[in-house]
């Protein structure tokens, strides 16, 4: 699986963005889906996960009630929605694919656990 990060960009805070990554192969839809995030001078970071229905979804507290993940199978596409964006969401935002843990229609904030990365996309808020 190859995947695809895009939508980073520069925004002011209280903005928006809506990162897309788009996954490469036949079997996306059994794949568990995570996005991660790296600021400078930090390790990466959990945001949120997606099962590979999109039936469930977990975020990092830091996030919740602002970010949204969902998935389009048919696209081979997820999406992270990011709304009400902070100076310190300011970010590198990886996405991720698990295929052990999407087999079993269950996510996972573990990084370890992530099988496929992205290359990573720019997130910048400004204050």
């Known amino acids: 699986v190859q995947l695809q990060a895009s939508g980073g960009g520069l925004v002011q805070a209280g903005g928006s963005l809506r990162l897309s990554c788009a996954a490469s192969?036949?079997?996306?839809?059994?794949?568990?889906m995570g996005w991660f995030r790296q600021a400078p001078g930090k390790e990466r970071e959990f945001v949120a996960a997606i099962s590979w229905s999109g039936g469930s979804t977990n975020y990092a507290e830091s996030v919740k009630g602002r970010f949204t993940m969902s998935r389009a199978n048919a696209k081979n596409t997820v999406y992270l929605q990011m709304n009400s964006l902070k100076p310190e969401d300011t970010a590198v935002y990886y996405c991720a694919a698990d295929r052990h843990i999407g087999l079993s229609g269950a996510t996972t904030s573990l990084e370890y656990e992530y099988d496929y990365w992205g290359q990573g996309t720019q997130v910048t808020v400004s204050s």
């Open positions: 192969g036949r079997t996306f839809s059994s794949y568990a």
